[in-house]
């Protein structure tokens, strides 16, 4: 297959392409500045210029595939709803190249979107009340209505809010950077919390699964190893590798040892991704968060 993929040259992007390529496919890449054109290329896909606000490029891309892949996204937390915004136009965008034909949109969300405190599963929508980030879930809802509406065969992928690996440089690097600062590793209350947690290697493969398989329109899936880990275990292990004390955080305290973070780090968000290992027929084999920690690079 040909796949047109955005975010190549992100964390997940550079763990994706190799993963596509030696599955015999071939990979076209959305690059919008020189060092993502070297990384792509370095990696052995071909660049197509643009960005995720030029929708002629992003269309033209989605027509020249067989498939599309959406990982690019614009992190912009201070003004998040305006990155929605433009990661709807940049999906419709995608999606005007696929108009008529079976090809598949696969589009990137997250399961910090789901209700809190209760496992997850692929059949819950997003709770627009689980907190500012929740807007996202307003791209979940538009790429699920191009199945309805458009006859596009999209699908909605969620998650783990830890993907973990070599050269991540999401919400682990800045909880350990804050043990760092701060001289402790916290965490929030009794750290009871759960969080889930995929390895990128495990989270390219399904990425793979998810274009090689006659997966349904309008299907969610989630990319998620392991459904729950305690935040505190966490803390335990940064503590142990920084030698710091592992310290609890309440009120005030949290927004004031971990900053942009405070806004999710006390979320429990327990999800199961079992109907996507059966559709998918994927089996992660990757360590878990904890052993990377403890084993990967993150400390290195």
């Known amino acids: ?84 915004e433009t990661d709807k136009a940049a999906i419709a965008a995608l999606a005007a190249g696929l108009a008529g034909t079976k090809r598949p949109l696969i589009v990137t969300s997250g399961t910090l979107l789901l209700p809190h405190g209760r496992v997850g599963t692929e059949d819950d929508a997003y709770d627009a009340s689980t907190g500012p980030l929740a807007v996202r879930g307003q791209s979940e809802e538009f790429t699920l209505g191009l199945a309805r509406e458009k006859g596009v065969r999209s699908v909605v992928v969620r998650l783990a809010p830890v993907v973990h690996g070599e050269g991540d440089v999401q919400f682990m690097p800045g909880i350990i950077a804050a043990a760092r600062e701060k001289g402790g590793a916290a965490y929030v209350g009794e750290g009871l919390n759960r969080w889930p947690a995929t390895h990128v290697k495990d989270a390219a493969v399904a990425y793979r699964l998810a274009v090689e398989r006659e997966v349904p329109p309008g299907s969610v899936l989630h990319f998620v190893a392991e459904g729950g880990v305690r935040l505190k275990d966490v803390a335990e292990v940064i503590g142990e590798k920084l030698g710091v004390p592992v310290v609890s955080k309440v009120g005030g305290e949290v927004e004031s040892h971990f900053g942009w973070i405070s806004a999710v780090i006390g979320i429990d968000n327990p999800v199961s991704s079992e109907k996507t290992r059966e559709l998918l027929g994927w089996t992660p084999k990757e360590r878990g968060l904890l052993d990377d920690l403890r084993e990967g690079s993150y400390f290195t």
Not at 61 to 78: E, K, Q, R, T
């Open 1 to 84: 297959m040909h796949i047109f993929v955005t975010g190549a040259s992100g964390f997940i992007g550079r763990a994706l392409l190799p993963e596509l390529l030696s599955a015999g496919h071939t990979v076209t890449a959305l690059s919008r500045s020189p060092s993502s054109t070297q990384t792509i290329t370095s990696l052995g896909a071909t660049p197509h210029p643009g960005s995720l606000t030029d929708t002629n490029s992003l269309t033209a891309g989605a027509a020249a595939a067989d498939a599309v892949i959406h990982l690019a996204f614009v992190h912009d937390f201070s003004n998040f709803a305006t990155s929605v």
